[in-house]
């Protein structure tokens, strides 16, 4: 059985392809919240997840995502609920997600019903 740094894992990796899809470079952000709670156990056998990665809400500069983990039998094996912080690594202080040249964030970044899925692939 896989513990839970492993699904923290699983979940930035889908983090980072839906901001790297969503703002169309390699993400800069940390982490200032997340909140997990573990629904089933996951075994190393298995090897593949799917994590999905929904927008709550959008701040200035901290998007909050309800992401979860799911089985290759579509079973739900944790859920959590994140804030970030998009970071601005050339001005050292947080960047703002409606900023210059987020345009393209601004659209994405938007609270909508349709998730972002990712595949994750469990190592070990």
Not at 19 to 45: I, N
Not at 52 to 63: D, M, Y
Request: glycine letters at 12%; aromatic letters at 4%.
């Amino acid at each position: 059985m896989v513990n839970h740094a492993v699904f923290l894992t699983c979940l930035e990796e889908g983090r980072d392809a839906f901001y790297v899809q969503a703002l169309g470079r390699d993400p800069h952000y940390v982490v200032a919240r997340v909140e997990t709670g573990m629904r089933a156990g996951v075994r190393y056998s298995g090897r593949q997840l799917r994590v999905r990665i929904e927008v709550e809400r959008v701040g200035t500069a901290s998007p909050t995502t309800r992401e979860t983990i799911l089985t290759p039998a579509g079973v739900t094996a944790a859920q959590a609920r994140v804030v970030t912080v998009l970071w601005d690594a050339g001005a050292r202080k947080p960047g703002g997600v409606r900023g210059a040249g987020a345009g393209t964030a601004g659209r994405v970044l938007t609270p909508v019903g349709r998730p972002h899925d990712r595949r994750a692939l469990l190592r070990g």
